[in-house]
Structure formats: C-alpha cells, structure tokens
C-alpha cells in the first residue's frame, strides 16, 4: 500500500539536543498524525493535527501541519534518554464512508545517547 | 496504560493450529481496525469495523477472519496460517465518521507460526 516519505530514516543524537523529522506526500490529506512506538508496544500518539498551517506542542513536542497539506514536521526539544523509539508519521484522507483509513510513514528510528 | 486491550500478548501457533486474536476496548469507539506489523516497518491496515460490520478489507488470505461480535469486542480468527505471517498484530479504534477522532492503538499480539 502507499507509505509516506519520512525523514530521516534513524538517528543518533546526544541528550540535551534537538531533533527535527519530517514527512511529505504527493497526496493530500486533512489530518496528519504523529505516533511514538517503542519496543514490543503499539504506537501511541503524540499530536493531531487538524488544519492546514496548524502548529501544535504537546510539552517538549511540537508538530506543524503544512500548508500544502502534502508535508508534517516534527521537533523535540532538549532530547531525554526516554525520547528513544520510532516515530511514525501518519495521514488521512478526508473520508466518504463510515470509516477512513490511515497512510503511514515509514518511520524515524531515534536513539540518544548520553 | 493503552485503553484498547488485546490478548494475548504473544502467541506461537503451528500452521494446523486455528487460534483468535482478541481486542476490547471500552471509549466507546464504534470503528475497529486490525493492522499488521513486520519488525522495523510500519503498520498495515487488514481491516476496517464500522458500526460492527465489516467496511474494509484490504484483500487479507481468507486464513485470516474477523469478527465483530459488539460494539467493544473485536476478534481475529486465525486459521493453517504460513511462517510469513509472524508479525505483530495490532487492534486499534476511533469515533468513525469524525475526522477528529484519531486511531488509539492496543499493545498488540506477537505471533510467530511454526
């Protein structure tokens, strides 16, 4: 099925720092999600995001709908040990039926290092 | 702690076995999702409740079979499953037909078939 392209594919960052992720489509959607998965659990979701331009934080989180609907980022600020896992990006398109469905990305696999 | 349950938490079946996949949850969320997870990949949608009836089936092997028996249940009914099927099943649920309502995922199963 479609995946999106999210960036970058893993990466290691010392505590303390900043990290940005990013995913884009060549489709649109209305809504984008964000999804933490850690080991052996199933992914729990971090912001929403429902409207174009929409910038949302969710404590050290901070997420942005883009404004042509086709992208979503990302940011965490001042990385934690606990900040480890892999995040998923997530889109949906506006629905016609009773249930929709949702495109995810391929992942950003995150470790930081002390 | 996730508020959709599934058990059990993991499961080693042999291809002639027949075994079910159980998800509750009690939001009172009438779309249920089951998705399937290979290691390092994101999850991909097998199928859609909507109201307890089925509304998505994206072209699953009839060894796979769902069932809805209310609102709060949904179960996976597995039968003469292939080694290739070992994955990480996840069962998730939101409000259907609102664009705002987004997917809360269970901790999954962990299948492996010998």
């Known amino acids: 099925g479609q995946q999106l392209n999210q960036s970058p594919q893993s990466m290691f960052i010392q505590e303390g720092e900043d990290v940005s992720m990013n995913c884009t489509s060549s489709?649109?959607?209305?809504?984008w999600l964000w999804y933490k998965q850690d080991p052996g659990e199933g992914p729990v979701l971090l912001i929403a995001?429902?409207?174009?331009?929409e910038l949302t934080s969710n404590g050290r989180l901070t997420a942005q709908f883009g404004i042509t609907r086709k992208d979503s980022f990302l940011n965490i600020s001042a990385s934690i040990p606990s900040d480890v896992g892999i995040y998923f990006c997530?889109?949906?398109?506006?629905?016609?039926?009773?249930?929709?469905?949702?495109?995810f990305g391929t992942g950003t696999r995150l470790q930081v290092t002390l | 702690d996730t508020e959709v349950t599934q058990t059990p938490k993991h499961l080693v079946m042999g291809m002639t076995n027949k075994k079910s996949l159980k998800c509750e949850q009690h939001?009172?969320?009438?779309?249920m999702y089951w998705y399937k997870q290979k290691a390092k990949k994101p999850p991909e949608l097998m199928f859609v409740?909507?109201?307890?009836?089925?509304?998505i089936n994206e072209s699953v092997p009839s060894r796979f079979s769902p069932e809805c028996p209310n609102s709060s249940l949904l179960n996976l009914h597995l039968h003469a499953l292939q080694p290739e099927d070992s994955a990480l099943y996840l069962c998730?649920?939101?409000?259907?037909?609102?664009?705002?309502?987004?997917?809360?995922f269970g901790n999954g199963t962990r299948l492996t078939v010998t």
């Open positions: 998730a649920s939101r409000v259907p037909s609102s664009y705002n309502s987004p997917l809360h």
């Open positions: 489709s649109i959607f209305n809504t």
């Open positions: 995001l429902y409207k174009a331009g």
């Open positions: 997530a889109g949906q398109l506006r629905f016609t039926g009773t249930a929709s469905k949702l495109t």
């Open positions: 939001m009172g969320h009438r779309a």
């Open positions: 409740y909507s109201y307890e009836k089925l509304s």
